[in-house]
Nanobody
Framework: QVQVVESGGGLVQPGGSLRLSCQAS??????MGWYRQAPGKERELVAA???????TYASSVKGRFTISGDNAKNTVYLQMNSLKPEDTAVYYC??????????WGQGTQVTVSS
């Protein structure tokens, strides 16, 4: 049984930085990603990474966000720089196991405001 736990969210001023962490436990995973959902909006992909190191980014965060991972710890990080108010959302971590089953974390709030 997979468990996914996110941390690192909070309140930051525009132009600031945050680093989110996500750790999966209970099963071997081969892919993890960060999604976000703002009020009234659909949940959208922010960044994803495979165990092989292949990364994907939403166009809105390219050049500002960086996803990285530690396979031995089943952990991924999302370094968010130059944050904008439109980045405000609940950020969810997703972990995919070797059977292709996805598990979601509980979410962590990121608020960018002056």
């Amino acid at each position: 049984q997979v468990q996914v736990v996110e941390s690192g969210g909070g309140l930051v001023q525009p132009g600031g930085s945050l680093r989110l962490s996500c750790q999966a436990s209970g099963s071997i995973v081969n892919g993890m990603g960060w999604y976000r959902q703002a009020p009234g909006k659909e949940r959208e992909l922010v960044a994803a990474i495979t165990s092989g190191g292949t990364t994907t980014y939403a166009s809105s965060v390219k050049g500002r966000f960086t996803i990285s991972g530690d396979n031995a710890k089943n952990t991924v990080y999302l370094q968010m720089n130059s944050l904008k108010p439109e980045d405000t959302a609940v950020y969810y971590c997703n972990a995919r196991n070797v059977l292709g089953i996805n598990t979601w974390g509980q979410g962590t709030q990121v608020t960018v405001s002056s």
